[in-house]
């Protein structure tokens, strides 16, 4: 039987992108985005990953971008972004993010099993073997 625990989850750009050379056989650069509120869910990251590919569709130079691990951990990590497409890029996250937080509030996820304090004492007991 499950319990209802409110369990939303919003986040918000936190910061300026950084960006960061790829290997010499790439194109474009990593830019990584700061998001608020920790590390996402794998449900908002989902929704993240599809409201950005709608922003994106029809955008041209966008062909060299990477979204496959778009959310790593806290940051949001564009792989491939040319110069040419970095100053649409921005708007197009911002307009993401708002997406999927609505997304994750108009459709919330299904009741949890058991209540985190009780997931966490049986997180305590797993103990694994090191060597």
């Given at each position: 039987m499950g319990m209802a625990i409110g369990m939303s989850e919003?986040?918000?750009?936190?910061?300026a992108p950084k960006?960061?050379?790829?290997?010499a056989d790439r194109v474009g650069a990593r830019i990584r985005v700061p998001l608020?509120?920790?590390?996402p869910s794998?449900?908002?990251?989902?929704?993240?990953?599809a409201q950005l590919t709608n922003e994106l569709s029809g955008h041209a130079g966008?062909?060299?971008l990477r979204l496959g691990e778009l959310v790593q951990g806290d940051d949001l990590v564009l792989e491939g972004v040319e110069e040419r497409e970095a100053?649409?890029?921005?708007a197009c996250l911002a307009r993401a993010v708002a997406a999927a937080n609505a997304?994750?509030?108009d459709d919330p996820s299904q009741p949890a099993n058991m209540p985190p304090a009780r997931a966490?004492?049986?997180a305590a007991q797993v103990r694994p073997t090191t060597g």
């Open positions: 919003t986040h918000q750009i936190a910061g960006g960061e050379p790829l290997a608020s509120g920790g590390a794998p449900r908002w990251s989902r929704a993240l990953g966008v062909g060299h100053p649409d890029l921005g997304c994750v509030a966490e004492a049986i």
